[in-house]
């Protein structure tokens, strides 16, 4: 399951010129568990086994360079190992699973390391006077990884994922991850962890997270000395119990997800901790999923908590023009899929008075897919989408059906992927 080695570094294309198709540079990978060679193992199960084997495959730079093409086309032509048999693939619902082990890369003294550590124990020490914790020099990503029909295991577009964590890096003063690292780390963290990958024709999918935060210590106010890049992975199934059901959503009002010229538009770790009085004030009222309005006039539809607003409108598909709403690569996504269906995509601002004029709205992220919002509650007054337009607040409307079927389609290798979209994990 191409153990042995680990890419380190993906030259081919340069920073951000990533293409789903990449010539690889194998080097040698070291393993370690909670930063302690896996000599002997601490670790029950398949882990042990995994690990163990990988630490006595150990090449030296000259044996990986030497090796590429025949770690590549081993790779290509072994066969995928299967789904664990140990898990309940139908009843994931989106929650920490734990799994093998996460891939590490650390930050110190101005470059990041470049050989990955998989690390067994799903803990980090971490000093205390870490950025991270005082001052929430934090940032992540999210994207999945599918089991395809012909049996591969791709992950859907990472390549923005590693664009979108620069741009959050960037603005909170974090190192930023080349994206030939971002992606490897990402890769080699589905490999290491592919029996948690859920089987082809369940739903489901790995999600991965990347995560990105100051690690080292500060106690007066500045960036760290040292950061630390990780990548997780746990399967998971539907977001919102339910499945592809409609949702209701309430609009929040007493609060603000994001100021103009704030953090709105990257994915740091405080725009969630902002969220979660007002996501689980709107949980606790019965509402799955909460909306929120422009912080200065109270009006122009922002966002949703975890994922992005679209309204669909005759042959248009409009989404909110904001600089404080996170660029979602789901909503670029299905934007592109309606564009090559012939809609005409409008990106302006929504007024919370027009919503109800819309067709169909959802809510689409990476965790939600697309989530049919059919009912929005704004200051006690329900508003039901597409009401005397004909739509059914019961049912996902056909247009987002359809939408859904296609990005389904494409990330579990169902139908052509014409934009390049999907990764081969084992593709190097
Ligand atoms: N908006 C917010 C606030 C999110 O947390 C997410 C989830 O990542 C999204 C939008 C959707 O983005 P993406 O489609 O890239 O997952
Ligand atoms: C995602 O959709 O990947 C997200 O990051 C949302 C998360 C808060 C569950």
Known sequence: MGCAFVPAAVPAGGRHGLTARQTPTVRPRQVWAGGQPLAAPAHGGRLQATCREAAVKVATADEAAAVPQAVAAAAASSAVPPPSKDLDWATLGFQFRPTNCYVRHTYRDGAWSTTPELVAEPYIKLHIGATALHYGASCFEGLKAFRTADGRVSLFRPDENAKRMASSAARLLIPEVPADLFLSACKAAVRENVEFVPPYGTGGSLYVRPLLFGSGPKI???????????????????????????????????????????????????????????????????????????????????????????????????????????????????????????MVVERRTVDIGEVGEFEEVAACGTAVVITAVTRIVYKGDVITVGAGRGSDPEVVGPRFSDLYKQVRGIQYGEIADPHGWCFDVYDE
């Not at 760290?224 to 998971?236: H, R, Y």
């Open 220 to 342: 007066g106010l500045s960036p760290a000395d040292e950061f630390t890049f990780l990548v997780l992975v746990t399967p998971v199934g539907d977001y919102y119990a339910g499945g592809p059901a409609p949702v209701t959503a309430i609009v929040t009002t007493d609060y603000d997800r994001a100021a103009p010229r704030g953090v709105g538009h990257v994915k740091c770790a405080g725009n969630y901790a902002a969220d979660l009085l007002p996501n689980t004030l709107a949980k606790r009222a019965g509402y799955p999923i909460n909306l929120y309005v422009d912080a200065a006039d109270q009006r122009s539809v922002e966002e949703f908590g975890t994922s992005n607003f679209v309204g669909l409108i005759g042959n248009t598909y409009v989404t909110p023009d904001s600089p404080s709403v996170l660029p979602s690569v789901t909503n670029k996504t299905l934007a592109t899929l309606a564009e090559d269906a012939g």
